[in-house]
């Protein structure tokens, strides 16, 4: 039983399983439900995905990682930095939105899944401490940032094009926004955030978010929020418009045909190196770059001409011949115009000069596909994979990091014992499960585990009746949502968000080490700056952090000690004590390696040459609780220097696998049974009388306390 039990962790749930915990688990599982669809659609988005693969997302993965995890209360879905890093990790492969975009996500999460299972099957959990804590709040609370600005263009009601940095996407938006914000998008997000921050303040068990969008999907629908028409090109009485309609799509439509003849001289590059063919395979490398500097050139023109189509502001005039659209400027309007204000819906894909959508209206979450997806194993590319291979190795583990996270502090409180490697296999299947349903990476919210946890929730079976809340919304209510406006999801993600804001996390660091609230600040800039290139500023922290490890690990604390007011021996330096002249006790705190060892040889000289009277050397060993060849071989010459200077050495603290490796390399023959000591004060009791014969010392501040008067 107890193997079927390790395997399917689930069949622990049912032990004294009555009705009463059914109860509890089917109304949390369907509380969590009700913040997850709103939540996953936005958070979708946010991947720069449809809405509804927020719901994809949510069907199947929290089932599985609540069956296969350790933890019973841990909600798993789309959260916000694992969708920020799933948009920063294929933007530079395709559109956000595009076929291949979607198919791109939908791999990661089988690319994560399967490192997550590979390292919670291998036991290899504790590789997520590469992570340190002040990294993770430096990373966690530039992403805060970069979600919650992310939605301002939602907002705003405004469009702009991506910018290689995030802050000059921002730029971009207020400039927008200066130009033209819809009022009305506005107004819905901030009714929204009212709504929820009202409702939380009210009752916390109030599912504000979901009332949020209910209300104002029911707002959109009954004023009319989006407000879209088409139009041929005949209509825009615009002539510099409809000259930036056919310089767009001949930009556009330029980009395929010159990549396709890239591609095709990559193919000729490989084999041309192939054969060793230096100079023909150079010309190649030319022409490959010539065509990817016309790509650049055209890709830069198509938004120029996107960004002007997009500024235009027009009105619309309709008679009985139809309708015709002219342009507002400096506020003034054509004659016999409506109110509205219309533009141009201009995308990543050339218009149509007969089918042109133009927006008089806000932006809603439309059409969503009715029913579950196709179940399918994601196409495997292993040039993609290769590619999202790093980010997949930070994603997944981020999400753990996260995850665990969570999980220990509900199991804290429910007294749950927590196995970090199942949590790994549970977060891993998910995500394998996910990607064959159409997900892309999901992992344990904070939010929803809490309601989760508030709301009753006795086992995983929560999580399964929340999948099963998500398979009723997919079958029968997705038409439900067509009117949701786009800035209330974007109040969704905002709101959610706040939370990850944490600045005491920095001052904590700090205080803690100074050098630890410096990586917390550095790997904070370095988020914000390299944005949307999320990878570059965690790795920096961890490279950071590393540093900062080898560093101590290289000049570890090496202390002399004395007797303090306590009666106990202490570092010198530190609590200002007066040093014995003819016993030096030298404390060595931390492994005895190859990187370190000439650094404890190096402080024993100093204390030689500045001790003229000094007898006797006692290493403290309580703190070196590792030995490698090169500390051994370092230990074995240093007391070779110290006898042939007329002292002699001791060793006190010895730990018990320090001593196997003395033994074994006969060590301790040579430095002496009688010179190897159990604890501090034995090895005082057996070298104080000797070392202090024909002493002029008054009182041994080894034996008394004596303050350093210098």
Sequence with gaps: MKIMVKIFPFLDWFHNYDLNDLKADAISGLTVALVLIPQSMAYAQLAGLPAYYGLYASFLPPMVAALFGSSRQ??????????????????????????????????????????????????????????????VNGFTNAAAIIIASSQLSKLF????????????????????????????????????????????????????????????????????????????????????????????????????????????????????RSRHDVINALETQNKINIITIKIAEQKELAHEYRKALRSMLLCRVTTDDGQAFHLIQDGRRHANCDERI????????????????????????????????????????????????????????????????????????TGQRLDPNQELIGQGLANIAGSMGKSYPTSGSFSRSAVNLAAGAVTGLSSVFTSLAVVIVLMFFTPLLYHLPQAVLAAVIMMAVIGLINVTGFIHAWRAK???????????????GFAPHLDRGIMIGVVLSLLVFLYKSMRPTVATLARSPDKALRCVQTHGLKECDHIAMVRFDGPLFFAN?????????????????????????????????????????????IRSAGIDVSLSGVNESVMEVLQRTHLVAKIGEDHIFPTMESAINATHEKAHVNSREKSCPLLTVCRDTQ
Excluded: C
Excluded at 355 to 371: A, Y
Excluded at 514 to 528: E, K, N, R
């Design 74 to 135: 841990l909600a798993t879905g789309p959260v916000a930095v694992v969708s920020l890093m799933t948009a920063a990790s294929l933007e530079p492969l395709a559109s956000a939105g595009s076929e291949g975009y979607i198919a791109y996500a939908i791999l990661l999460a089988l690319i994560v899944g399967v490192f997550q299972l590979s390292l919670g099957v291998l036991r290899l959990g504790l590789v997520v401490n590469f992570l340190s804590h002040p990294v």
């Design 157 to 272: 009601g405004v469009h702009v094009d991506k910018a290689e940095h995030h802050l000059e996407t921002i730029a971009r938006v207020i400039r927008a926004a200066f130009h033209y914000t819809h009022w009305p998008s506005l107004a819905m997000g901030a009714a929204a955030f009212g709504i929820m921050y009202g409702l939380k303040r009210l009752n916390p068990r109030i599912p504000n978010v979901l009332i949020a969008v209910a209300l104002t999907t029911i707002v959109s629908w009954a004023i009319g929020f989006e407000h879209n028409t088409v139009a041929t090109v005949d209509q825009i009485k615009v002539p510099e418009a409809v000259e930036a309609i056919y310089k767009f799509n001949e930009a556009l439509e330029k980009i395929p045909l010159l990549a396709r003849e890239r591609t095709e001289l990559s193919r000729q590059l490989d084999r041309f």
């Design 342 to 413: 219309w533009r141009f819906k201009v995308k990543n894909k050339p218009l149509d000069p007969m089918n042109l959508t133009m927006v008089g209206g806000g932006d809603v979450v439309g059409v969503i596909p009715k029913g579950l997806p196709a179940m399918s194993v994601p196409k495997i590319n292993f040039r993609i994979i290769f590619h999202l291979l790093p980010y997949a190795a930070i994603i997944s583990l981020l999400g753990f990091m996260e995850a665990i996270s969570i999980a220990k502090a509900m199991a804290a409180k």
């Design 514 to 528: 100074w050098y630890d609230g410096a990586i917390s600040i550095i790997t904070f800039v370095a988020t914000l």
């Design 597 to 641: 060892a000439s650094y404890l040889e190096d402080k024993i000289m100093d204390i030689m040459r500045q001790k003229k009277h000094l007898r006797h050397i006692i290493i403290v060993s309580n703190g070196i609780n590792d030995i490698d060849a090169s500390g051994e071989e370092v230990l074995s010459l240093l007391i070779d220097r």
